[in-house]
């Protein structure tokens, strides 16, 4: 079996306005079971990169352990790449970002990443609103150690193996808004129509930005029973809204009715366009984004689109008013600017 991706691409293949072919955006051939949820998040962060003309070589992809982690193996195989131990993915990217703010940071994590051994930094790296895109690909079982049930396995649901889960679900979308993620995302992987652009407002957002994927895992949690597998989220998904992505400037729209459509304008001057389906939820609203939250979780379905979003806070590099050069790119009289300057800090602080 050979693991490399084959060269040949159809000749007429689209070019974006960098005058690349989407093929550029892809990675190593992926070892990942077929059918594999995962590898369709893949497919969906390469097409947001070609479609919003990004180099690869201004993206960082960081993981930690597990099935998801392997997946920045498969995208962007000429950007740059770290792949840090198990639940340790935020501590890396913080140190990346503060060290050279002008990249995009791509977190790819998992349930047990993010939910088990890296909860812990999970809620820190929430919490300082860190610039970046941390995507959890969440199949609720541990996928490399036989399937196991993983801390958002839904109480009741069934593995593999016939044992039914006694615990509740810790849901990390909903702890996310708690704990004051400025952008916050749910999806399903078999959705593309809904991820991507999805995908693209989370790396124009200007903090940290926290993505929800439902991604069933073939081998070990697609049985009748579980609440991850591809039959139970075809039937349970419950939409916010009908969304695209549209990079232009327009007068941001807040107050809009069920069935009408409205442009969230970010930073940048691009926007997140939503067609509203609910009468009381409100992705500028945090408390109606947690209540619409509970109330899909009480009758049993996976609410999924774009579920806040805050434009407004600042980001840990304004937080600590860092440079705004990159600290990779400064001289030396920059980073040693003399005693003179070291001795009126001093004095200042006495």
């Given at each position: 079996?050979?693991?490399?991706?084959?060269?040949?691409?159809?000749?007429?293949?689209?070019?974006?306005?960098?005058?690349?072919?989407?093929?550029?955006?892809?990675?190593?051939?992926?070892?990942?079971?077929?059918?594999?949820?995962?590898?369709?998040?893949?497919?969906?962060?390469?097409?947001?990169?070609?479609?919003?003309?990004?180099?690869?070589?201004?993206?960082?992809?960081?993981?930690?352990?597990?099935?998801?982690?392997?997946?920045?193996?498969?995208?962007?195989?000429?950007?740059?790449?770290?792949?840090?131990?198990?639940?340790?993915?935020?501590?890396?990217?913080?140190?990346?970002?503060?060290?050279?703010?002008?990249?995009?940071?791509?977190?790819?994590?998992?349930?047990?990443?993010?939910?088990?051994?890296?909860?812990?930094?999970?809620?820190?790296?929430?919490?300082?609103?860190?610039?970046?895109?941390?995507?959890?690909?969440?199949?609720?079982?541990?996928?490399?150690?036989?399937?196991?049930?993983?801390?958002?396995?839904?109480?009741?649901?069934?593995?593999?193996?016939?044992?039914?889960?006694?615990?509740?679900?810790?849901?990390?979308?909903?702890?996310?808004?708690?704990?004051?993620?400025?952008?916050?995302?749910?999806?399903?992987s078999g959705?593309?129509?809904?991820?991507?652009?999805?995908?693209?407002?989370?790396?124009?957002?200007?903090?940290?930005?926290?993505?929800?994927?439902?991604?069933?895992?073939?081998?070990?949690?697609?049985?009748?029973?579980?609440?991850?597998?591809?039959?139970?989220?075809?039937?349970?998904?419950?939409?916010?809204?009908?969304?695209?992505?549209?990079?232009?400037?327009?007068?941001?729209?807040?107050?809009?009715?069920?069935?009408?459509?409205?442009?969230?304008?970010?930073?940048?001057?691009?926007?997140?366009?939503?067609?509203?389906?609910?009468?009381?939820?409100?992705?500028?609203?945090?408390?109606?984004?947690?209540?619409?939250?509970?109330?899909?979780?009480?009758?049993?379905?996976?609410?999924?689109?774009?579920?806040?979003?805050?434009?407004?806070?600042?980001?840990?590099?304004?937080?600590?008013?860092?440079?705004?050069?990159?600290?990779?790119?400064?001289?030396?009289?920059?980073?040693?600017?003399?005693?003179?300057v070291l001795?009126?800090?001093?004095?200042s602080l006495?």
């Open positions: 079996m050979t693991y490399v991706r084959s060269t040949f691409r159809h000749p007429a293949l689209p070019k974006n306005d960098l005058g690349y072919t989407v093929d550029y955006y892809e990675g190593s051939l992926s070892t990942l079971c077929a059918g594999c949820g995962h590898d369709s998040i893949n497919a969906a962060i390469v097409e947001a990169c070609w479609q919003m003309n990004i180099e690869p070589h201004k993206v960082a992809k960081l993981s930690g352990i597990g099935c998801s982690s392997k997946s920045p193996a498969y995208f962007l195989s000429n950007s740059h790449g770290f792949n840090s131990v198990h639940g340790r993915m935020p501590s890396v990217a913080t140190g990346a970002n503060l060290a050279n703010r002008d990249l995009i940071y791509f977190g790819v994590s998992g349930d047990g990443d993010t939910a088990s051994i890296g909860m812990g930094q999970f809620v820190h790296v929430v919490r300082r609103n860190l610039n970046m895109v941390y995507l959890v690909m969440n199949n609720g079982c541990y996928g490399l150690t036989k399937g196991q049930d993983s801390a958002t396995a839904d109480a009741g649901s069934k593995s593999k193996a016939g044992s039914v889960n006694l615990f509740e679900a810790i849901d990390l979308a909903s702890l996310a808004i708690e704990l004051g993620a400025t952008f916050v995302a749910q999806s399903f959705d593309k129509e809904q991820l991507v652009p999805l995908m693209k407002a989370a790396m124009k957002h200007n903090g940290f930005s926290f993505l929800n994927v439902i991604s069933p895992c073939v081998t070990f949690n697609n049985n009748p029973g579980s609440t991850k597998s591809y039959d139970y989220v075809r039937e349970h998904v419950e939409v916010t809204g009908t969304m695209d992505f549209v990079p232009m400037m327009r007068e941001i729209t807040t107050n809009y009715e069920a069935g009408d459509i409205s442009d969230i304008t970010l930073h940048d001057g691009s926007e997140i366009r939503l067609h509203k389906l609910q009468k009381d939820w409100d992705p500028l609203d945090r408390f109606s984004a947690i209540n619409a939250m509970q109330r899909a979780k009480d009758k049993g379905e996976i609410l999924t689109g774009l579920l806040y979003i805050n434009e407004d806070a600042p980001d840990l590099q304004s937080l600590l008013n860092t440079t705004e050069k990159p600290l990779n790119s400064l001289d030396r009289e920059a980073i040693c600017p003399g005693s003179a001795e009126e800090l001093n004095s006495r």
